[in-house]
């Protein structure tokens, strides 16, 4: 999944690897939003950089919210 990371201060492009539950779980819905613009919200995560990259890292308390409709989402 591509995504596009937005903060106060910068847009990054990262692509996003769902493993594990979280993949078995949200990965099918995902998938058949990949035409669809929407918004996806990960809550409760960790964030860092390796090797210069930017990353994001889950724990057991990581939510995952799909947002379908989000005022000018679709500009």
Not at 65 to 70: D, G, H, M, N, S
Request: some cysteine; glycine content about 4%; charged content about 25%.
């Amino acid at each position: 999944m591509e995504a596009t990371l937005c903060d106060s201060k910068r847009f990054d492009q990262l692509s996003v690897t769902l493993w594990g539950d979280l993949a078995e779980i949200e990965g099918p819905s995902l998938e058949d939003l990949k035409d669809v613009k929407h918004v996806v919200t990960l809550l409760s995560v960790i964030n860092r950089r390796y090797l210069g990259e930017f990353q994001l890292s889950t724990k057991p308390s990581t939510l995952v919210l799909v947002i379908l409709k989000f005022h000018n989402v679709e500009k």
